[in-house]
T-cell receptor, first 112, second 116 residues
Framework: RKEVEQDPGPFNVPEGATVAFNCTYSNSASQSFFWYRQDCRKEPKLLMSVYSSGNEDGRFTAQLNRASQYISLLIRDSKLSDSATYLCVVNRPGAGSYQLTFGKGTKLSVIP | NAGVTQTPKFQVLKTGQSMTLQCAQDMNHEYMSWYRQDPGMGLRLIHYSVGAGITDQGEVPNGYNVSRSTTEDFPLRLLSAAPSQTSVYFC???????????????FGPGTRLTVL
């Protein structure tokens, strides 16, 4: 099993749609979880951290299921500006949040 | 604040040449790292540093050297470039908060390297 696995997509959705991304990780000892966003030919930027209790930031909701080693990201009311690649990121156990393992990313295209 | 800066933005090398990719941050972050990103692959950690004078290897360190003489700078050296090192290189930095597992990493804009 790869360390961090994501559906590569692409996901093509109309404006206003709800879209969900899933991610699985292999090391049960991982302690920190993130979603980063990467626009085409740009650097990754933190979208949101994912906490055990789940968390929400506006139209974005992240969930963590430690038992299943599964992370999700839900985007409601999609905007054209949400078009990007979404990276699931997990820390290497024992390394704080310094050493991160990145998934390959899920590409989202929001269509007018 | 400029954040994390990287130079050059683009570089073409011939096989066997050496070069240094520069990275600097003005946020007084203790932790800095280098990643490479290849098509169809996630970002992979090359080397990292938890403070001036301290560096360690990441997942794919072969063919690269680093040093950290100041908090601000973390250059990456390619010793003898190979076509397999064609990639986009990102430098990142973050705070080092003891006991925290949720320190945001800030990335530079990247260096696109082609080795012929």
């Amino acid at each position: 099993r790869k360390e961090v696995e994501q559906d590569p997509g692409p996901f093509n959705v109309p404006e206003g749609a709800t879209v969900a991304f899933n991610c699985t990780y292999s090391n049960s000892a991982s302690q920190s979880f993130f979603w980063y966003r990467q626009d085409c030919r740009k650097e990754p930027k933190l979208l949101m951290s994912v906490y055990s209790s789940g968390n929400e930031d506006g139209r974005f909701t992240a969930q963590l299921n430690r038992a299943s080693q599964y992370i999700s990201l839900l985007i409601r009311d999609s905007k054209l500006s949400d078009s990007a690649t979404y990276l699931c990121v997990v820390n290497r156990p024992g390394a704080g949040s310094y050493q991160l393992t990145f998934g390959k990313g899920t590409k989202l295209s929001v269509i007018p | 604040n400029a954040g994390v800066t990287q130079t050059p933005k683009f570089q073409v090398l011939k096989t066997g040449q050496s070069m240094t990719l520069q990275c600097a941050q003005d946020m007084n972050h203790e932790y800095m790292s280098w990643y490479r990103q290849d098509p169809g692959m996630g970002l992979r950690l090359i080397h990292y540093s938890v403070g001036a004078g301290i560096t360690d290897q990441g997942e794919v360190p072969n063919g690269y050297n680093v040093s950290r003489s100041t908090t601000e700078d973390f250059p990456l050296r390619l010793l003898s470039a190979a076509p397999s090192q064609t990639s986009v290189y990102f430098c990142a930095s973050s705070y080092s908060s003891p006991g925290s597992y949720y320190n945001e990493q800030f990335f530079g804009p990247g260096t696109r390297l082609t080795v012929l």
